[in-house]
């Protein structure tokens, strides 16, 4: 340091402003130095951007990427498979999240040389086309419904496809993949039979998530919970008949039960009690009446009657084996006490009202207990006839309820409304009710614990919340007793089985699965609605049994996508990566990953990518209703609100600000400042740029580089270095800070300020010249490098401009070299010295230093002039 202040030296106005280029005396000044050319826009906004953007994307550099990269690239194969979005309405934040994150990682690895495979994908069928296809029309027939919906998603797939493309999304658009093609379906039923063959796929009665306004099971992931759903909750009192041994001096004794589904009482089988816990004989002490309940919950239901309980006995739960109790609503029906754990005593009464055929733990009993499963409600949700005259035709959430309620009026203790979580339809938004029906499904119990284990070797990014997302996935899986994969529905893939009238056995073979696909290849995926039954039966099954019906049932979406891994990737292999929303572990990755080892005992995926979801500056969820929604589109080419941001904008605030959080903000604050980081890109590798105009790319030997130079390369090594590490785990949120603030503060405010003067007035070969023409060459193309998977289109233009140009496309050449010798610590160490010496000068000389140079110079062991200019 003190070496570097003794040879400190101010030299006002001292300057070159000439290379004796000019001539005469009346020499313009812009030409006597050697000034940055490019046709490159330092700017570009408002239409001109709009047009640029589809410029860029209707370019045969961009078109054509796909394909190249699968004929020419020689790199190991990189797999990402595409969850298909749903093909019912237009594209939404949502979308975009998805698609650009998939094209980010898609481009970073075509330029690492590997080969991708991705093939994009629409889920065409299921619930939400069909009402949206007939929602002008009544009554159709089922044909009709298929064409319509099949119009209807084939519209969407267009339209969607087109704004897909818009955003410059690198995919195989020539053969994207649509669940309602033939070749899709015909694989869809033969990994169907599959299935059924290895006994995984059987027919029973079970209750499953109904819903009365759409009339068809649900799965899991086509539910939304509202928080703040309010029930009628009760406790009613069931006169016992058989009582506990412990009890039998006493008379009159009611068992008490809380339910919050007071309209399940007509189907109550049972009252399960937990042997384990401790229950007590109580005596009201207003109405003198006994009751049993359990002992820890005494208190609580003390406080909701009103009334003190004063406990005459206690005892163990086992003592109520043989116990029996009279029917709550038909009361000549005497019924049982069952043992079951899932009686607990953390709220209600520790006796739990049993209706198999409307809750799966009552179903579990009922099973173990070889109970009848009883089911009183129909399609509709309402009671059938054998509910008896009061009820029948009455829907379970309005009337049929209140029916229940007032001939349950003499029994009932305490009434409340009951605020909590429930489950509602997510298409129409209406509750749903679990209900025991004959449906098909997938016996999960057999795969799961393996499907479990699979996770281990499943990569889950990003890694912040990896174990959390892992063991989240895990716990769903393990509590999933069956998935029901019919839907009684009309839009979707036939469930592709016969039954007998008489019987209800299933017919199905190898035999009928092949004739069914024949008769697509005639006459394509309507047939099992268009043909005469006896047409659609092989004549094999007619000769051996004439009574027969085909089945009405469709496969579940999820079964249509999850299935999707056998049907487009490359054979015996599996993706690389999976990438969806956060929602999906209840959805798509779950259903690929039961299927896949169910048919292929492995995991379909090595990687999974979860991403959040986009919320208004306020934190909110966006919906039409809220008048919230930001579309896309409109950030691509302005609207009333704001100003066309392009679509660099968008893709950069898409992998550098909504690629690792749950929850993401899109705001025009945001945006702007998104917008404001691709500008500063921009601008910074536009004069880098602009300087290679009469460079013609020769390699200048690193010792003959000046010291700020070689500062320049080790810095480009290190950022390049950083890169790779970020691209290990697609952190491009941590590309984007890294590339700001490279361009920012090292290359703008210290390199560029140090070699213009070289750049603009040594002579055009000069070594030194040449030197710093040679760094810029380095820094444009690695940094160009490392944005150009987020935003392609920025990247294209600039490479357009480029002089050293040697291919159609950025995305077609090959990485620049990066050099391990450029790496110096002991340089970057006099690199800090000297710039916190340069604020030290700037400190002491004031601000009117426009036309000082300072000069200083180093002691031998460096060798070196290193020239400032403020």
């Excluded at 400190?8 to 402003?17: E, V």
């Excluded at 797939?157 to 195989?172: L, N, R």
């Excluded at 089945?551 to 056998?566: C, H, P, Q, V």
Aim: net charge positive; with cysteine.
């Amino acid at each position: 340091m003190f070496k570097l202040l003794k040879t400190l030296k101010y030299l006002n106005n001292i300057r070159k402003y000439c290379n004796n280029k000019a001539k005469g005396k009346n020499a313009l000044y812009s030409h006597t130095v050697l000034l940055p050319k490019t046709k490159f826009p330092l700017r570009i906004e408002g239409k001109k951007l709009v047009d640029r953007d589809n410029a860029i994307n209707k370019s045969s550099s961009f078109v054509n990427l796909y394909n190249w990269q699968r004929n020419n690239l020689k790199g190991d194969e990189f797999i990402l498979h595409d969850g298909p979005p749903y093909a019912n309405g237009e594209t939404h934040m949502g979308h975009a999240i998805n698609k650009i994150l998939k094209d980010t990682i898609i481009r970073s690895n075509i330029l690492e040389g590997r080969k991708v495979h991705y093939v994009p994908g629409w889920d065409c069928h299921g619930l939400p086309i069909e009402l949206k296809a007939v929602s002008n029309s009544q009554g159709l027939k089922p044909i009709k419904i298929r064409e319509k919906a099949r119009k209807f998603a084939t519209t969407t797939i267009e339209t969607q496809k087109k704004s897909f493309m818009s955003w410059g999304v690198c995919a195989d658009w020539e053969n994207p993949y649509k669940t309602f093609n033939n070749e899709y379906i015909k694989n869809q039923i033969q990994q169907f039979y599959k299935l059924y063959e290895m006994k995984l796929v059987y027919r029973d009665v079970k209750p499953v998530y109904w819903s009365p306004s759409t009339r068809t099971a649900l799965a899991e992931a086509e539910l939304e919970y509202k928080d703040n759903h309010k029930s009628t909750a009760i406790i009613i009192k069931l006169k016992l008949n058989q009582i506990p041994d412990v009890l039998k001096e006493h008379k009159n004794i009611f068992a008490l039960i809380w339910t919050t589904t007071p309209w399940t009482l007509p189907s109550n089988q049972a009252v399960c009690y937990n042997p384990n816990l401790s229950y007590s004989l109580v005596q009201n002490q207003t109405s003198l009446e006994h009751y049993i309940l359990s002992t820890k919950l005494i208190e609580d239901v003390s406080k909701k009657l009103g009334s003190e309980l004063t406990v005459l006995n206690t005892f163990q739960g086992s003592a109520f084996e043989n116990t029996t109790y009279f029917h709550p609503i038909y009361k000549n029906k005497e019924l049982s006490f069952l043992p079951s754990n899932h009686a607990s005593e953390t709220k209600g009464t520790g006796l739990v009202h049993t209706a198999p055929a409307h809750g799966p733990d009552d179903f579990l009993v009922a099973l173990k207990n070889n109970l009848q499963i009883i089911s009183l409600v129909d399609e509709d949700g309402k009671y059938l006839d054998s509910a008896g005259s009061e009820l029948t035709q009455k829907y379970v959430f309005a009337e049929g309820l209140d029916t229940v309620l007032n001939m349950t009026k003499s029994d009932t203790l305490n009434t409340e409304d009951f605020i909590h979580s429930y489950p509602y339809d997510w298409r129409t938004k209406l509750p749903v009710i679990i209900r025991a029906s004959k449906q098909w499904f997938i016996d999960t119990n057999r795969i799961k614990q393996q499907a479990v284990d699979a996770l281990s070797n499943v990569e889950i990014l990003p890694k912040i919340n990896s174990e959390m997302h892992k063991q989240h996935f895990k716990n769903q899986l393990l509590k999933r007793p069956y998935w029901c994969i019919s839907r009684q529905r009309c839009w979707g893939v036939p469930i592709p089985v016969f039954y007998n009238k008489e019987s209800e056995d299933v017919i199905i073979s190898k035999d009928t699965i092949n004739h069914f696909c024949n008769l697509i290849d005639k006459h394509g995926s309507n047939f099992w609605w268009s043909l005469p039954e006896k047409d659609i039966v092989p004549e094999s099954i007619l000769k051996k049994q004439s009574n027969i019906k085909k089945g009405e049932d469709i496969l579940d979406i999820w079964f249509d996508s999850g299935i999707s891994w056998s049907s487009v990737l490359p054979k015996d292999k599996i993706a690389d990566i999976y990438l969806e929303g956060v929602d999906q572990f209840t959805g798509w990755f779950q259903s690929s990953l039961l299927t896949s080892i169910a048919l292929q005992e492995k995991a379909p995926f090595k990687t999974i990518y979860v991403h959040g979801f986009a919320v208004d500056e306020n934190g909110l969820k966006m919906s039409k209703s809220l008048g919230n929604v930001i579309n896309p589109q409109d950030i691509l080419e302005g609207c009333k609100s704001h100003k066309a941001y392009g679509i660099d904008t968008l893709r950069w605030w898409v992998a550098c600000h909504a690629n690792q959080d749950t929850i993401t903000e899109v705001s025009s604050n945001v945006l702007q400042a998104s917008n404001d980081e691709v500008q500063k890109i921009r601008s910074v590798l536009r004069f880098a740029l602009s300087t290679l105009s009469d460079y013609n790319g020769e390699i200048v030997d690193y010792e003959s580089l000046c010291l700020i130079d070689k500062f320049m390369l080790h810095v480009l090594l290190q950022y390049d270095r950083q890169v790779t590490e970020h691209l290990k785990f697609y952190q491009f949120n941590k590309i984007g800070k890294s590339i700001i603030n490279l361009l920012t503060n090292t290359v703008s405010a210290q390199y560029y300020t140090a070699v213009k003067d070289r750049l603009y007035c040594e002579p055009e070969n000069s070594i030194s010249r040449r030197s710093s023409q040679f760094v810029l060459l380095n820094l444009f193309l690695i940094t160009l490098r490392s944005i150009s998977p987020i935003v392609p289109h920025l990247a294209e233009e600039l490479y357009l401009h480029f002089p050293l140009k040697q291919a159609d496309s950025f995305f077609q050449t090959e990485k620049a070299r990066v050099d391990p010798k450029w790496e110096s610590l002991e340089i970057e160490n006099v690199m800090n010295v000297i710039f916190d010496l340069k604020k030290e000068v700037n400190k002491t000389v004031g601000a009117n230093t426009v036309n000082k140079r300072i000069v200083i110079g180093l002691d031998e062991e460096l060798k070196k002039e290193v020239e400032f200019r403020r």
